[in-house]
């Protein structure tokens, strides 16, 4: 167990829809990373965030959002979308911004739009 | 058009063989290096790190070499155990992209008992 979790498991919507991934990182971790996982593309960086604030940016489309509250837990925001999205996508935690330091990845959201 | 599964290559032994995975980084500037285990439906898991002063470093079974000079990262895990099947990623972080991390494509080890 990394202590990152995520929630929920598993996710079933439709073309068009919304939804919303929850992450929270390890105790007195400071930065956030999402990051989708798709049969074809591997494990792609999608948004970073450290201590509230975005910080770097992957190959994340505009449909695409996330943010970081002040207890540190993250969400991301999946809209409009498509049947190309269905991937699994993992948050990962570090302490902080400074290179050289190991990112741990949660168990990860599945999900499938129908 | 049909989505195509990404092919990753595949390295096959037996139990309690020694097992060597490759991977070549992208960034001769990177000074940071991790080796990821991925289970089937499950996160990363972190195995071990090394940094660029370094040319060795080992763990529990699991032993990392650096080569810098071709860019080149091995992994090799001592008596292999059914339990080690899984895809393996090498990662990079590469200075002044604070704490992000590159990951390479990785490559599935299958141990049959």
């Known amino acids: 167990d990394s202590g990152v979790t995520q929630t929920p498991k598993h996710l079933i919507t439709a073309t068009g829809q919304r939804v919303t991934l929850r992450c929270s990182p390890r105790?007195?971790?400071?930065?956030v990373y999402w990051y989708q996982q798709s049969l074809d593309q591997g494990l792609q960086f999608l948004i970073q965030?450290?201590?509230?604030?975005?910080?770097a940016k992957g190959n994340i489309l505009e449909r695409f959002s996330a943010q970081q509250f002040p207890d540190l837990h993250s969400e991301l925001n999946l809209s409009s979308l498509e049947l190309g999205d269905s991937a699994l996508y993992f948050c990962?935690?570090?302490?902080?911004?400074?290179?050289?330091?190991?990112?741990?990845f949660g168990p990860g959201t599945r999900l499938l739009v129908l | 058009g049909e989505s195509v599964g990404l092919h990753l290559p595949t390295l096959s032994v037996q139990e309690g063989d020694n097992s060597i995975i490759n991977c070549a980084y992208s960034?001769?500037?990177?000074?940071?290096f991790i080796w990821y285990k991925q289970e089937s439906g499950k996160g990363p898991q972190f195995i071990i790190d090394?940094?660029?002063?370094?040319d060795k470093r080992q763990g529990q079974r699991v032993t990392v070499l650096l080569n810098k000079t071709v860019k080149h990262l091995s992994l090799q895990i001592a008596a292999t155990q059914p339990g080690d099947s899984a895809v393996y990623f090498c990662?990079?972080?590469?200075?002044?992209?604070?704490?992000?991390?590159?990951f390479g494509k990785g490559t599935m080890l299958l141990v049959s008992p």
């Open positions: 965030y450290y201590n509230g604030e975005e910080r």
């Open positions: 990962a935690s570090s302490v902080g911004l400074a290179g050289g330091r190991a990112q741990y």
């Open positions: 090394i940094r660029s002063n370094m």
């Open positions: 960034n001769s500037a990177s000074d940071y």
């Open positions: 990662a990079e972080n590469t200075p002044g992209r604070d704490s992000t991390l590159t």
């Open positions: 105790s007195g971790d400071l930065s």
